[in-house]
């Protein structure tokens, strides 16, 4: 069974800096998709950055130039560094996957942004 284990998340300030890292139990060469979702309290779960094919990306437009997704394929681990960090940025991140005709999805991990 594929598994993506999230960590890294946690408290910070407004204006601080958190990575969060995403590995996956099999190699990242046989996912189409890969990256970062969240999802605040009351609010529909979102797109935040994704490696769509080969090394393209896509970014929500609110984390755009804060926020910034990488890749480790030796460690077939998926990172998003994220900076500048605002209160609503807050929300539990989920990492996700599509292989093949599958949705895989991490158990996710908490950010709190607050002073």
């Known amino acids: 069974q594929v598994q993506l284990v999230e960590s890294g998340g946690g408290l910070v300030q407004p204006g601080g800096s958190l990575r969060l890292s995403c590995a996956a139990s099999i190699s990242i060469f046989t996912i189409n998709r890969m990256g970062w979702y969240r999802q605040a309290p009351g609010k529909q779960r979102e797109l935040v950055a994704v490696f769509t094919s080969g090394a393209n990306t896509n970014y929500a437009d609110s984390v755009k130039g804060r926020f910034t997704i990488s890749r480790d394929n030796a460690k077939n681990t998926v990172y998003l560094q994220m900076n500048s960090l605002r209160p609503e940025d807050t929300a539990v991140y989920y990492c996700?996957?599509?292989?093949?005709?599958?949705?895989?999805w991490g158990q996710g991990t908490q950010v709190t942004v607050s002073s």
């Open positions: 996700y996957a599509r292989r093949f005709a599958s949705d895989l």
